[in-house]
């Protein structure tokens, strides 16, 4: 029986937090047999028999750490949320970039070919428009990247002028996020993916120009 997305919440979080090096091994054959699900298969269709099988270790397991299949997809949504992070952080304080419109392209290239290089990000990412509670997450998520970009605003930084940095950076972040569901959706039709990207780029430094300064910090 396939697990689909809820109608009502569910706990996503993992029911113990390991000490034992056995169990964090565990854990970590669990999330990467997901991993290589999403990769395969439709993400909606996956169970944690699945997973169980696919990781080579019994059902109970899986449920020992995890109290459901969206629980795992959380914790792979987790670990693209922190290496979004480290891209955007390193590009936004790289002393050599001064130019907002490099620096955005910069963003988008690495935040794309992280997604390209790990589809079960792409799949995970997907999920959070169908379940309520990965839903909850990525808007958390985008709120903080968001809030990390109208505080670089709010000190003056590229010249950010005639808005609220607050609406600016959510929205900005809304654009993205929009146009990698399309580019994920695209990833067996690769002359379409490319054409969404452009787009994105586009439609992200046409939105952004009125209220960024090229080459101020």
């Known amino acids: 029986m396939n697990e689909r997305a809820p109608t009502e919440m569910v706990d996503l979080e993992r029911r113990a937090a390991p000490q034992q090096k056995r169990s964090q091994v565990r854990i970590a054959k669990i999330v990467a047999a997901t991993k290589r699900l999403l990769e395969r298969d439709e993400a909606d269709t996956i169970t944690t028999t699945a997973v169980a099988a696919e990781a080579d270790v019994p059902v109970s397991s899986v449920y020992r750490y995890f109290p459901n299949i969206y629980s795992i997809h959380r914790t792979i949504l987790e670990e693209f949320k922190i290496e979004t992070d480290r891209i955007v952080s ?75 940095p607050d609406v600016v950076a959510r929205m900005a972040v809304e654009i993205y996020c929009a146009a990698e569901i399309l580019i994920f959706e695209a990833r067996d039709k690769p002359e379409e993916g490319e054409a969404y990207f452009t787009e994105a780029l586009m439609a992200l430094q046409r939105y952004l120009e009125p209220y960024l300064a090229p080459g101020q910090d």
Do not use: C, K
């Open 90 to 164: 390193s590009i936004l304080e790289d002393p050599e970039e001064q130019d907002w419109e490099a620096s955005l392209s910069s963003m988008i290239f690495g935040l794309r070919e992280l997604v390209a290089n790990n589809p079960s990000y792409g799949a995970v990412f997907r999920l959070t428009l169908m379940t309520h509670e990965l839903r909850a997450v990525r808007q958390a998520w985008n709120l903080r990247l968001a809030s990390v970009l109208a505080t670089r605003w709010r000190r003056g930084l590229d010249g950010f002028h005639g808005g609220n």
